[in-house]
């Protein structure tokens, strides 16, 4: 099977290495996102893998149809950037990738941390040898309610390290109105904004999701609320958000992801002008944490990305499905 790979990073490179020799396959990496432009390349090819910058639009999707290519895997865990309804009609096969969720878990609990003993303050503080304490007494985590938006893989993991801070856990799932977690209560979403000190999202980015986060929904909020978004920016509404930091409504935010983050996390971006205004706004609020999209992004995650990137396709070609088709 020949496989072309696009925006693979260096670290990548020798996990694409030992993914050929255990699968048997032929893959040219490439650093580039598929696009238009370039989508000549899969000539010749029957599968395809790309990371969340490469874009399977309707457009995309007709052209590698086109030029032979059967399967398409993404590598990450969100898949919206791919029009999976048209490619699966153009009789595309997608997967995206099954990687643990301990890693986007665990920093999530970290960013709650940060948050919540004004960690981004005192370190900042310390740049230029002020070590005072005033403004940055902190709250324990054993003392919140936290709410947490979506149960799946992850939201289940996080859910399971907030166990042993000994804090109370709400949770509200679309898809699990009736379940029962241990030390977990499932609450109606009303009643999880309402009564949560911390509210973490961890749903994908659809339809339903997009700007859950906005005026009507931070009303119901308590005052002083702390948000973590490592799930999709587009989840939230910025501009009712940065309303919401302004009238200490949202009292601080831990932020890996932000809306068109596109061109600028993951890049280096020091000498140009960027524009996306509300996120370098956002970004000088001292109880916001901002961090680039890099939840993921552990030794063991990266290995998996790929192994499942690979073996998604393969699985395609030899059973005609694999364990994260879409
Ligand atoms: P998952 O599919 O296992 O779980 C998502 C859960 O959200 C499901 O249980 C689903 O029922 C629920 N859900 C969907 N729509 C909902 C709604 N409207 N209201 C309430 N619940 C809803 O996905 P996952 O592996 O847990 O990943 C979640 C998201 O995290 C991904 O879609 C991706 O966008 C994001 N992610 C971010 C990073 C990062 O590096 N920051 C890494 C991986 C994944």
Known sequence: MKIYAFEVREDELQDFENVKQRY??????????????????????????????????REVADKLVENGVKYVSTRTIGYNHIDVQYAKEVGLKVSNSGYAPNGVAEYTVMLMLMTLRN????????????YSLKGLQGRELRNMTVGVIGTGRIGSCVIENLKGFG???????????????????????????????IITLHTPLTDTTYHMINKRTLAKMKDGVIIINCARGELMDVDDVIEAIENQKIGGMGLDVFEKEEGIYHEDRRSDIISNKEMAYIRQFPNVVMTQHMAFYTDTAVSDMVDYGVKGLVDFAEKGTCDFKL
């Open 167 to 197: 804090c109370k856990i709400l949770a509200y799932d679309h898809a699990k109105k009736n379940t029962t977690t241990p030390g977990v209560k499932y609450a109606k979403l009303d009643e999880l904004l309402r009564n949560s000190d």
């Open 24 to 57: 048997n396959v032929e893959i040219t990496t490439d650093s580039s996102r598929l696009d238009l432009d370039n989508i000549d390349k899969v000539k010749g090819y029957e599968a395809i893998t790309i990371l969340g910058h490469s874009y399977i639009t």
């Open 119 to 130: 960690y981004k303050a005192s370190l900042y503080r310390g740049n230029c040898n002020d």
